[in-house]
């Protein structure tokens, strides 16, 4: 498991304002400088002292901020090779015609956030991860406290993407019943970004929402190893 791994989960299950939110997402946006990070300046960019982004490295298995930079630099160039051999090995066949759209939305996307059902996000592990490598905002939802969740929906815009898995429900279930049932934040209804809902239904009432049904695994995989090939360096 990489570091950058790591940061991904903590960032998807802590409040975005809280100090281990700030710090993951800070060194997820900074991985490819990560060589030339110095404590002071990480410091005074996240407004937090040095011993709290000590203790932070030291709570992800570093002994320090330098071996934790120096992983982080390690990470970034690994994935590059590892991303680079998914691709030799070629993309899963799909006919789904939702694929390219979805890409094209991405790249021109300000921030991308995964949402829903856990096992769909996990099988854009490698896209989310080469997103953060390019330099996009990317991240997961994945937690259970429900001010977290409100906190990170509120903060996208429209120029932002969310992926939403829900591939048991069509949008008028998920939405009439998603604070009591699902555990999902009412202000998931007046989003302004652009939602791609995977459903069971691909009909939409809202004009900002696409909903996306019958996908198969392969279509999914097709979908993440596009990703990584649309945004490695």
């Not at 802590?14 to 030339?36: Q, R, T, W």
């Not at 998920?174 to 069971?200: C, G, Q, W």
Request: proline share 2%; hydrophobic share 40%.
């Amino acid at each position: 498991m990489y570091l950058i791994d790591d940061l991904v989960i903590t960032s998807g299950t802590v409040s975005p304002s809280s100090k281990e939110g700030i710090l993951s997402e800070y060194f997820l946006m900074h991985m490819k400088d990560a060589a030339h990070l110095k404590l002071n300046d990480v410091s005074k960019e996240t407004a937090l002292s040095g011993s709290s982004v000590s203790r932070f490295c030291n709570a992800l298995g570093s002994e320090n901020f330098t071996e934790f930079q120096t992983l982080l630099a390690e990470d970034a160039q690994n994935l590059h090779s590892y991303h680079t051999y998914l691709l030799e090995q070629g993309i899963p066949s799909s006919n789904a015609k939702w694929i390219d759209p979805l890409v094209k939305r991405l790249r021109e996307s300000r921030s991308v956030l995964l949402y829903g059902d856990v096992e769909g996000q996990m099988m854009f592990f490698d896209g989310v991860r080469e997103m953060l490598l390019s330099g996009k905002k990317a991240s997961m939802c994945t937690g259970y406290d429900m001010e977290a969740k409100r906190e990170k929906l509120m903060m996208l815009e429209e120029r932002d993407t969310l992926i939403l898995f829900a591939e048991s429900y069509d949008q008028n279930t998920y939405l009439e019943h998603s604070y009591t049932a699902f555990n999902v934040p009412d202000e998931i209804r007046t989003l302004k970004a652009e939602v791609y809902m995977f459903s069971r239904s691909s009909s939409s009432a809202l004009k900002n929402w696409h909903c996306i049904a019958d996908s198969s695994r392969d279509d999914l995989r097709a979908l993440n190893m596009k990703i990584v090939k649309e945004f490695l360096a």
